[in-house]
């Protein structure tokens, strides 16, 4: 969430983006080529999301133009699904989040993560818990882990909630290295017709949290 310029000694307002479920942030040089966001967009047989921001101007739903011309803009197709919706918010409320996934210590994530006896997917996709862990993220981390998503979080064991803090970081840290969470090894498995990449066992799905979840009945147990 970068700080916009304030005017003397004053900071500037703290911008948060929310790229909802389907929301992309593209960034683009003062002369107009893209430096940012350029991954293919899942299911799209036009390419990837900044051809089809640029040709459909009305799915870039903010954009901001720095000193240098360069551009920042939200893209978000699914206009008319408030569930994905991608949105911007100047200086948001920051103390209703827990602790960034991508920083949080491994003590810390025991503790906020193990308790309570909501199921484990659950705990990691409240934000008030820890922050910054969407659907297919906590799916590929469970998977990594081999740690049923419906188990609920007190029944852990220190290995277990060990393995997850590792599963995490290292899906995370892959994501950010290769373009998103869609590039997550699991990823493409989450279907009806999918199987385990390890063991070739069919993917179940079921409903944690209210989000569809994807996972292996043999090894994630």
Request: proline share 5%; aromatic share 4%.
């Amino acid at each position: 969430m970068p700080e916009t310029s304030g005017t003397g000694d004053g900071a500037g307002q703290v911008l948060g983006l929310h790229l909802g479920m389907s929301g992309r942030i593209l960034v683009s040089d003062p002369a107009g080529g893209l430096t940012e966001g350029g991954d293919r967009v899942t299911g799209s047989v036009t390419g990837g999301a900044a051809e089809q921001a640029d040709r459909r101007p009305e799915w870039t739903r903010f954009s901001i133009t720095f000193d240098d011309g360069g551009t920042l803009r939200l893209f978000d197709k699914r206009l008319f699904d408030k569930r994905r919706l991608g949105r911007v918010r100047l200086d948001p409320d920051l103390t209703v989040l827990g602790p960034d996934a991508a920083r949080i210590s491994a003590a810390a994530f025991r503790e906020r993560v193990g308790r309570g006896t909501a199921a484990v997917k659950a705990r990691l996709l409240d934000q008030s818990v820890l922050a910054g862990v969407g659907n297919l993220l906590a799916d590929e981390t469970l998977w990594q882990a081999r740690i049923d998503p419906r188990r609920p979080a007190d029944a852990l064991s220190a290995d277990d909630l060990a393995a997850l803090y590792r599963a995490l970081r290292a899906a995370t840290r892959a994501a950010i290295r290769y373009g998103g969470v869609h590039t997550g090894t699991v990823i493409a498995h989450r279907h009806p017709d999918g199987h385990c990449p390890r063991c070739g066992t069919a993917m179940q799905r079921a409903t944690v949290g209210g989000r569809t979840t994807w996972f292996c009945p043999r090894e994630q147990i």
